[in-house]
């Protein structure tokens, strides 16, 4: 068996599921691997989400915050830099999700932490979730990956984490919120010393490092495709299950309510109802929208030469 750990030194979210996947492809049958990475502030969907449903769409688009779709299921989570997260790569004759979990369990032992997996892919303690688990599976390879609070903004944790304002009739998988803690709160624990417990708690579990390598010391070429499937509105927004929006405004020439229907990611059909006095203004607009991708910058650029105001407004929409 060899056992590897890589470490990744950036904190861009796209450039570190990249990695992850290219860890999966080239992982081989006698292998098992220990990934370890960091997010700046970064909402992640899962697979089969509607981000409208999970998150505030708004609030994202406004502070900043880079949105991201795993390959992975289960629910939104938000990353920043009090979080760690771990992935553990293997053949599929090595994966063990018991083994696995011994490794994270094992390593917060360390710090006189006693966490317990639960039913539901999380692992708690004193009943309160701190870690979040997702799986992948291809044809030779398993993934596991999740997330590790130590000491998370959990403000900002539920500000994004909280549905878009937005009236939405949605399909896709639903989060499911859980009370959440830091492990910094139990225990004295840096990211430093979660990483090296982590690493040795790895190596007892299964064998002495064949290999450490951070991620600096990779050619980038060899996975970009893989940054740019990331990095991508056709991966993070195209993939998005079929929803119906609705958003309203005010204008000085009337109401607008702007209805559409989303499939993978483009506009199928839209309706503006308006009690404007310009019937031919709402018509076109209407027309405009359908066959847009469901994105600001598409739908404003759709409807700048019907009308600036409108276009102006659906620009700053949290799409």
């Given at each position: 068996?060899?056992?590897?750990?890589?470490?990744?030194?950036?904190?861009?979210?796209?450039?570190?599921?990249?990695?992850?996947?290219?860890?999966?492809?080239?992982?081989?049958?006698?292998?098992?691997?220990?990934?370890?990475?960091?997010?700046?502030?970064?909402?992640?969907?899962?697979?089969?989400?509607?981000?409208?449903?999970?998150?505030?769409?708004?609030?994202?688009?406004?502070?900043?915050?880079?949105?991201?779709?795993?390959?992975?299921?289960?629910?939104?989570?938000?990353?920043?830099?009090g979080n760690i997260n771990f992935?553990?790569?293997?053949?599929?004759?090595?994966?063990?999700?018991?083994?696995?979990?011994?490794?994270?369990?094992?390593?917060?032992?360390?710090?006189?932490?006693?966490?317990?997996?639960?039913?539901?892919?999380?692992?708690?303690?004193?009943?309160?979730?701190?870690?979040?688990?997702?799986?992948?599976?291809?044809?030779?390879?398993?993934m596991q990956h999740g997330t590790?609070?130590?000491?998370?903004?959990?403000?900002?944790?539920?500000?994004?984490?909280?549905?878009?304002?937005?009236?939405?009739?949605?399909?896709?998988?639903?989060?499911?919120?859980?009370?959440?803690?830091?492990?910094?709160?139990?225990?004295?624990?840096?990211?430093?010393?979660?990483?090296?417990?982590?690493?040795?708690?790895?190596?007892?579990?299964?064998?002495?490092?064949?290999?450490?390598?951070?991620?600096?010391?990779?050619?980038?070429?060899?996975?970009?495709?893989?940054?740019?499937?990331?990095?991508?509105?056709?991966?993070?927004?195209?993939?998005?299950?079929?929803?119906?929006?609705?958003?309203?405004?005010?204008?000085?020439?009337?109401?607008?309510?702007?209805?559409?229907?989303?499939?993978?990611?483009?506009?199928?059909?839209?309706?503006?109802?308006?009690?404007?006095?310009?019937?031919?203004?709402?018509?076109?607009?209407?027309?405009?929208?359908?066959g847009c991708r469901a994105r600001?910058?598409?739908?404003?650029?759709?409807?700048?030469?019907?009308?600036?105001?409108?276009?102006?407004?659906?620009?700053?929409?949290?799409?």
């Amino acid at each position: 068996m060899r056992t590897y750990y890589v470490l990744a030194e950036g904190m861009d979210p796209r450039e570190n599921l990249a990695l992850e996947e290219y860890i999966m492809d080239n992982c081989r049958e006698d292998e098992v691997w220990l990934y370890l990475w960091q997010n700046k502030d970064t909402v992640v969907i899962g697979r089969n989400q509607n981000p409208w449903r999970e998150c505030d769409m708004d609030a994202i688009k406004r502070d900043g915050i880079t949105l991201v779709r795993r390959p992975s299921g289960g629910g939104a989570v938000f990353h920043d830099e009090g979080n760690i997260n771990f992935t553990f790569a293997a053949s599929k004759q090595l994966y063990n999700l018991e083994r696995q979990l011994g490794v994270v369990l094992g390593a917060l032992e360390k710090f006189g932490l006693h966490a317990e997996f639960s039913g539901r892919n999380d692992i708690l303690l004193d009943g309160k979730k701190f870690s979040g688990n997702a799986f992948s599976h291809k044809a030779n390879v398993s993934m596991q990956h999740g997330t590790l609070l130590i000491n998370t903004d959990m403000t900002r944790l539920s500000k994004y984490l909280s549905p878009s304002k937005a009236k939405l009739s949605a399909k896709g998988v639903t989060s499911v919120r859980s009370r959440v803690c830091n492990l910094g709160d139990y225990a004295d624990i840096t990211m430093e010393s979660l990483c090296d417990a982590l690493v040795e708690a790895f190596e007892k579990e299964y064998a002495p490092l064949t290999a450490r390598i951070r991620s600096g010391e990779l050619d980038k070429a060899d996975y970009q495709p893989l940054i740019d499937k990331y990095s991508s509105w056709e991966w993070t927004l195209g993939e998005t299950p079929q929803f119906e929006a609705t958003f309203e405004n005010r204008f000085s020439w009337g109401e607008v309510q702007l209805c559409y229907n989303v499939k993978n990611g483009i506009i199928e059909s839209a309706r503006v109802f308006s009690d404007a006095m310009d019937a031919e203004l709402i018509a076109r607009a209407q027309e405009a929208l359908a066959g847009c991708r469901a994105r600001g910058e598409d739908m404003a650029a759709a409807t700048e030469n019907i009308s600036a105001e409108l276009a102006a407004w659906i620009r700053e929409l949290p799409i």
